[in-house]
């Protein structure tokens, strides 16, 4: 039984070594990206709180375009790996095509919104529980904020139609090195645009968003040159410009497997961004502590996401090749590989997490917020690690009405009801909800085994 167990989820050196030569430069890429908004975090979160709240509150609502950029190339990338996986270079072509022509919508769309509505949407989260005209201030800072932070929507659009097709061939280091110059030169020109060193002048928000848009083009730059010089490894870019058509069978298959993906992004971080609104109507401190908490947490959740995204690429390519018992072995073994590494990561956050709130220049009540909340998010990351790399298994396949409903349709029944609810109609105190809103995870979990389980995703689409 022993020796049957182990068989079916842990692996040999072999197989670890080909997940980590994947994984490990996704997760220090993204390690390093987060550690540089860290730091990009508390150096605004020196300004005071006012202005770390209405960085916090507009880096929210981005949050919602990037997770909808990531769903328009996702929609794309689970044909993408399996065409690469069977040599079909053409395919993979029209794969990415289609992820530049819906990056590139989505990004008009939002900077339409962002530049007509902001105001709107930023004072959605302010609300004036001390009478102090904080909430204002905030509203300020955020919108001048937005201004500059909408110039570098578009070249993240664009990376990620290339760097998401790179990573698709096995190719994971480029993608990183070009976030390492870029994250540096991010850190760098925080320090001096933020706070205004030497001859450079003081910008404080507006400093730190040039800092981020500058970085971005950077790193796009990199990535689209790389890719376009070394094009007998990415095989996709022959041709990639000559026309600007995409076959209607490929074209309605993404569609038909993909929008349900895209749209699941879209709604999942809609419905975590209002969850954070309900969180919002308990004050202006609350907001701050979260941000803290949430810069600290995505330093740590880094690991389990990236090991996600590295079982729809291992998976992928095992499907488009008809592997299916492969695929489903190392699927097995790269989720309970994921999970003990959550495992440990969530119990260095909980011993060391409240150490971090200590550096912002910000209040004693909104430092021990922070703290409670880091440390409710580390006792349920573990549940997260699982429920998130079932999502994943289940995306490899093209299961994505099944992932819509098991990620965005149980966020908008469950948890934003929970929060909202709980917020507004219950007198529990802000970490007691933000625990219980957490705690859904659980069912997910439960959900997320059962699909998993049932191999429903073992199917070869291309």
Not at 215 to 223: L, S
Not at 248 to 271: D, H, Q, R, S, T
Not at 341 to 363: E, K, Q, R
Not at 444 to 456: A, C, D, E, T
Request: charged share 10%; glycine share 8%.
């Amino acid at each position: 039984m022993k020796g049957r167990l182990k068989e079916k989820y842990i692996g040999d050196k072999a197989f670890y070594r080909r997940y980590l030569l994947l994984a490990l430069p996704m997760i220090v890429q993204n390690a390093i990206t987060n550690l540089v908004s860290f730091l990009d975090n508390i150096m605004v979160g020196q300004l005071g709180t006012e202005q770390m709240s209405g960085v916090a509150i507009v880096n929210q609502l981005i949050f919602v375009y990037n997770l909808a950029i990531f769903g328009a190339v996702s929609a794309a990338s689970i044909f993408g790996a399996q065409y690469y996986g069977k040599g079909d270079h053409k395919g993979h072509m029209y794969s990415f095509r289609f992820k530049l022509y819906s990056t590139i919508i989505v990004t008009a769309i939002t900077i339409t919104l962002f530049l007509t509505k902001g105001s709107n949407l930023i004072s959605l989260y302010l609300t004036d529980t001390a009478g102090n005209g904080a909430t204002e201030q905030a509203l300020n800072y955020g919108l001048r904020y937005l201004s500059i932070m909408v110039i570098g929507l578009i070249p993240f659009a664009i990376n990620q139609s290339y760097a998401t097709n790179i990573k698709e061939t096995g190719q994971t280091f480029i993608p990183m090195i070009a976030s390492f110059v870029a994250v540096g030169t991010n850190a760098l020109l925080d320090y001096l645009l933020i706070f205004g060193i030497g001859p450079l002048p003081r910008l404080g928000v507006m400093g730190a968003a040039l800092a981020t848009v500058i970085a971005r083009y950077i790193e796009a730059f990199i990535v689209i040159v790389w890719a376009h010089i070394h094009k007998e490894q990415n095989r996709y870019l022959c041709g990639a410009y000559r026309g600007f058509g995409i076959p209607g069978k490929e074209l309605k298959a993404i569609i038909i497997k993909g929008f349900p993906l895209m749209l699941n992004e879209v709604m999942w971080a809609a419905g975590m961004t209002a969850v954070t609104q309900c969180y919002s109507v308990r004050g202006l401190d609350v907001v701050a502590g979260l941000n803290i908490a949430t810069t600290i947490t995505n330093l740590f959740n880094i690991v389990y996401i990236q090991l996600g995204a590295c079982i729809s690429i291992v998976v992928g390519q095992y499907l488009g090749a008809g592997k299916l018992e492969e695929a489903k072995d190392a699927d097995n073994k790269m989720i309970v590989f994921s999970v003990f590494c959550c495992v440990i990561m969530a119990v260095i956050m909980l011993f060391i997490g409240g150490f971090f709130p200590t550096i912002y220049n910000t209040s004693k009540e909104i430092k021990e917020l922070a703290t409670s909340f880091i440390a409710v998010a580390a006792m349920i990351m573990p549940f997260c690690s699982f429920s998130h790399a079932s999502y994943f298994t289940l995306r490899s396949g093209g299961k994505t009405l099944v992932t819509f409903l098991f990620d965005s349709v149980f966020t908008w029944i469950v948890v934003v009801p929970t929060a909202y609810l709980l917020a507004h109609f219950t007198g529990l105190g802000i970490v007691s909800i933000y625990f219980f809103v957490q705690a859904t995870e659980m069912v997910k979990v439960i959900i997320g085994y059962k699909m998993v389980h049932s191999n429903v995703w073992l199917v070869k689409m291309v």
